[in-house]
């Protein structure tokens, strides 16, 4: 069945625009097929078809159609100032109208690519732009993070380097004292050793004077004696070595509860860790016998964290760990580093070997149990991994059941999970 052609319609006109009022009953905007171009106007709406071949162009881009109360209006701007003497060509033949209608799909066609082109390149150029700002974004965040690098590792540098020589200031002190100690007790000893020789050489003359005036009586006789008495000092001892020499020990308890095997997996594991110490390590053959001490080196560390030095702190605990790598405190310091600088993957590992080395579980590692959940929870939260942060301030919470801290950013994160709160 052919089309039915609609004639009854409305225009009007101005010098700009054209006004077309096109009545369809039952039209929405779903079910009407319209196509504009500069020459052409078609509506589709079955079984009704609307064509008109305009008299002068007009802008399709910008022109308008409202369907609405069984009715589609058209408002056409013309591309040429002036009034029109009717709203679609006359005389046309079949022929011609061919042509229109070809060469409007035509128009349609290179107009629909060009836009698709221009879009395509909008959208390369906006893709380019935005990867060029991303790109100097990081590359001011890694020149910032290393420049923060440098300025610890200087800091560090520095510190270590003062604190060497105020070490090697003292032991000069030190030794200057040893000297002037040393000298000062050479001097007594030759004083002293004056003193004795002038001791003898009175007591040879009082001896001498004694045996010439033995008339003298017994009140000087005592006098004499009384100070013979006082002045015979006994010389010094000769210096000599003294050789000792231990009992074998034994085990006088039976073996069964004998602490032997314990001892000597005691002695081995002390051995091991001075070869570590002093082989597997050469950057510690520079250091001082209290540089190789991990507590000293745990303590260093806790003061550059209580400076926000995070970096150099870590570089405490990381030396500190090759040297005793069983002490959990060393770990549970280094995750809160990481926490603080956002090295949320190595703050899950380092609290986990913390717990693994607080066992077994008592009262004395409760408090380092707890920060171990906690640091680790708040590292899974900031992963958004909220399901396996919650386990871990749960088991804080066992821990500490009084802690209300620990509490309330447990109800936060349960809130979370359950979607009644934002992050």
């Given at each position: 069945?052919?089309?039915?052609?609609?004639?009854?319609?409305?225009?009007?006109?101005?010098?700009?625009?054209?006004?077309?009022?096109?009545?369809?009953?039952?039209?929405?905007?779903?079910?009407?097929?319209?196509?504009?171009?500069?020459?052409?106007?078609?509506?589709?709406?079955?079984?009704?078809?609307?064509?008109?071949?305009?008299?002068?162009?007009?802008?399709?881009?910008?022109?308008?159609?409202?369907?609405?109360?069984?009715?589609i209006v058209f408002t056409l701007f013309k591309k040429e100032i002036g009034m029109w003497e009717a709203?679609?060509?006359?005389?046309?033949?079949?022929?011609?109208?061919?042509?229109?209608?070809?060469?409007?799909?035509?128009?349609?066609?290179?107009?629909?690519?060009?836009?698709?082109?221009?879009?395509?390149?909008?959208?390369?150029?906006?893709?380019?732009?935005?990867?060029?700002?991303?790109?100097?974004?990081?590359?001011?965040?890694?020149?910032?993070?290393?420049?923060?690098?440098?300025?610890?590792?200087?800091?560090a540098t520095r510190e270590l380097e003062a604190w060497k020589e105020q070490q090697k200031n003292s032991a000069a002190d030190e030794e200057k004292i040893q000297r002037e100690v040393k000298m000062c007790q050479q001097k007594k000893q030759i004083e002293k050793e004056r003193k004795k020789s002038k001791d003898k050489k009175a007591i040879c003359h009082i001896k001498s004077m004694k045996s010439k005036n033995t008339t003298k009586g017994n009140s000087a006789r005592t006098i004499f004696s009384e100070t013979l008495k006082d002045d015979c000092v006994p010389a010094p001892r000769s210096i000599g070595n003294i050789k000792i020499q231990f009992t074998p020990r034994v085990f006088p308890t039976a073996l069964r509860e004998s602490q032997v095997a314990e001892e000597e997996e005691w002695l081995q594991k002390q051995a091991e860790a001075r070869r570590i110490m002093n082989e597997d390590i050469p950057e510690l053959h520079d250091l001082k016998e209290e540089e190789k001490n991990p507590e000293w080196l745990k303590d260093k560390g806790n003061k550059l964290f209580g400076r926000e030095n995070y970096l150099a702190a870590i570089n405490a605990y990381n030396l500190a760990i090759r040297l005793n790598n069983k002490i959990p405190s060393l770990y549970l310091n280094r995750a809160a580093c990481h926490l603080k600088l956002k090295n949320l993957h190595k703050t899950i590992e380092d609290s986990s070997k913390a717990l693994e080395l607080l066992t077994p579980q008592v009262a004395d590692n409760a408090s380092a149990r707890m920060k171990a959940h906690v640091r680790r929870g708040?590292?899974?939260?900031?992963?958004?991994?909220?399901?396996?942060?919650?386990?871990?301030?749960?088991?804080?919470?066992?821990?500490?059941?009084?802690?209300?801290?620990?509490?309330?950013?447990?109800?936060?994160?349960?809130?979370?999970?359950?979607?009644?709160?934002?992050?």
């Open positions: 069945m052919p089309p039915l052609q609609i004639r009854d319609y409305n225009w009007q006109q101005t010098e700009s625009v054209v006004y077309l009022s096109l009545p369809l009953r039952g039209v929405r905007p779903g079910n009407a097929d319209i196509f504009c171009t500069e020459n052409y106007l078609k509506v589709n709406y079955p079984p009704f078809l609307f064509e008109a071949f305009l008299c002068a162009p007009i802008d399709d881009i910008n022109s308008k159609a409202k369907i609405g109360n069984d009715t709203l679609s060509l006359a005389n046309v033949d079949k022929e011609m109208m061919q042509r229109i209608r070809e060469k409007s799909v035509l128009q349609a066609q290179t107009k629909a690519k060009e836009l698709t082109e221009a879009k395509a390149v909008a959208k390369r150029e906006d893709e380019r732009y935005a990867l060029k700002i991303m790109m100097e974004i990081e590359e001011n965040e890694r020149k910032k993070i290393e420049d923060l690098k440098e300025n610890e590792r200087g800091k708040t590292a899974f939260c900031q992963l958004e991994l909220y399901v396996e942060g919650l386990q871990d301030y749960e088991a804080a919470l066992k821990i500490d059941p009084s802690n209300k801290t620990v509490r309330k950013d447990a109800e936060k994160i349960r809130n979370i999970i359950q979607g009644t709160e934002l992050e």
